[in-house]
């Protein structure tokens, strides 16, 4: 688990207690207590928010020294899923931008002096990484290394990335790099900065977000002709089947996407699980006699 990664997680156990224990220390909370108020409040979230929530304060508590604590909180099931109650609707996003809209976006962070956040914008538009990728993300002549923040099966599955573009491209990569790393923030920060800013800009429909521009970049790729495998392993999935989910191809410009997966990169890793469609077979019909 990268820094950025722990400390959107210490950063969500500690909004967790102080909403729903705002008159108890943090110290005196112990497992009834966090897993009772996690169970009631689960019907409130979404199953894969009370998953990270889950992970999250499991999170904080092992790094407090809880031990005990954090290995009940990782057993606790969601009752949403287990009992199959009614889930909280997922809140529809806005999943694409035109490059007008990105440029006036970009415009008004740097007007603000938001240069870390200007940054973080065009990295993501121009790489496809995740924001948690965001600080593992590196340039070495016309190489772009990802650092994946998604692994599974003991890092045998892992979800880093390299890419290659042409220098021109990298070097823009390496501008938006600098500018990203002129100052230490932490991402939740960046992230409610962008928002602010977008809700300024935007103020009429559903304002963007940094998931709009992976959606984006996701039909761009759907354009561009890549492989499955391919548009996999340069979002980071490990699957094939993870790109349907991101961005709708009638909405993607194939010549938005500069990367591609460089000479050395490992596409075995990416497995194949899009569903696959064999060719109609002839049905002949005997005519009755």
Same mark, same amino acid.
């Given at each position: 688990?990268?820094? +950025?990664?722990?400390?959107?997680?210490?950063?969500?156990?500690?909004?967790?207690?102080?909403?729903?224990?705002?008159?108890?220390?943090?110290?005196?909370?112990?497992?009834?207590?966090?897993?009772?108020?996690?169970?009631?409040?689960?019907?409130?979230?979404?199953? +894969?928010?009370?998953?990270?929530?889950?992970?999250?304060?499991?999170?904080?508590?092992?790094?407090?020294?809880?031990?005990?604590?954090?290995?009940?909180?990782?057993?606790?099931?969601?009752?949403?899923?287990?009992?199959?109650?009614?889930?909280?609707?997922?809140?529809?996003?806005?999943?694409?931008?035109?490059?007008?809209?990105?440029?006036?976006?970009?415009?008004?962070?740097?007007?603000?002096?938001?240069?870390? +956040?200007?940054?973080?914008?065009?990295?993501?538009?121009?790489?496809?990484?995740?924001?948690?990728?965001?600080?593992?993300?590196?340039?070495?002549?016309?190489?772009?290394?990802?650092?994946?923040?998604?692994?599974?099966?003991?890092?045998?599955?892992?979800? +880093?990335?390299?890419?290659?573009?042409?220098?021109?491209?990298?070097?823009?990569?390496?501008?938006?790099?600098?500018?990203?790393?002129?100052?230490?923030?932490?991402?939740?920060?960046?992230?409610?900065?962008?928002?602010?800013?977008?809700?300024?800009?935007?103020?009429?429909?559903?304002?963007?977000?940094?998931?709009?521009?992976?959606?984006?970049?996701?039909?761009?790729?759907?354009?561009?002709?890549?492989?499955?495998?391919?548009?996999?392993?340069?979002?980071?999935?490990?699957?094939?089947?993870?790109?349907?989910?991101?961005?709708?191809?009638?909405?993607?410009?194939?010549?938005?996407?500069?990367?591609?997966?460089?000479?050395?990169?490992?596409?075995?890793?990416?497995?194949?699980?899009?569903?696959?469609?064999?060719?109609?077979?002839?049905?002949?019909?005997?005519?009755?006699?």
């Amino acid at each position: 688990m990268n820094v +950025d990664t722990q400390t959107a997680y210490r950063s969500l156990a500690t909004h967790f207690y102080t909403t729903r224990f705002p008159e108890i220390p943090v110290s005196e909370l112990d497992e009834f207590r966090i897993i009772g108020e996690l169970l009631r409040a689960a019907p409130e979230y979404r199953p +894969d928010y009370f998953r990270r929530l889950r992970n999250a304060l499991a999170l904080d508590q092992k790094l407090r020294g809880h031990f005990w604590i954090a290995q009940e909180i990782n057993r606790t099931l969601n009752p949403v899923t287990v009992l199959g109650l009614p889930r909280k609707r997922k809140l529809a996003r806005r999943q694409r931008i035109s490059d007008d809209d990105f440029a006036k976006w970009v415009s008004a962070l740097l007007a603000k002096g938001l240069a870390v +956040d200007a940054g973080a914008l065009m990295l993501i538009r121009m790489t496809g990484a995740r924001p948690c990728e965001l600080s593992g993300i590196s340039v070495e002549g016309t190489s772009i290394h990802v650092l994946g923040a998604k692994h599974s099966h003991g890092g045998l599955r892992g979800a +880093d990335r390299m890419l290659e573009a042409d220098d021109d491209f990298c070097q823009l990569v390496r501008n938006a790099l600098e500018a990203f790393r002129s100052e230490v923030r932490s991402l939740d920060s960046i992230r409610m900065a962008i928002h602010e800013v977008a809700k300024e800009v935007f103020s009429h429909g559903k304002p963007p977000s940094m998931y709009t521009l992976r959606h984006q970049f996701g039909a761009d790729l759907k354009a561009s002709g890549m492989s499955r495998v391919q548009m996999a392993y340069v979002m980071g999935h490990q699957a094939t089947d993870s790109i349907g989910r991101y961005g709708d191809k009638r909405f993607g410009r194939a010549e938005a996407v500069k990367v591609r997966p460089a000479p050395e990169a490992d596409l075995t890793q990416v497995r194949e699980t899009h569903a696959r469609y064999s060719p109609a077979r002839t049905v002949s019909v005997r005519a009755e006699r």
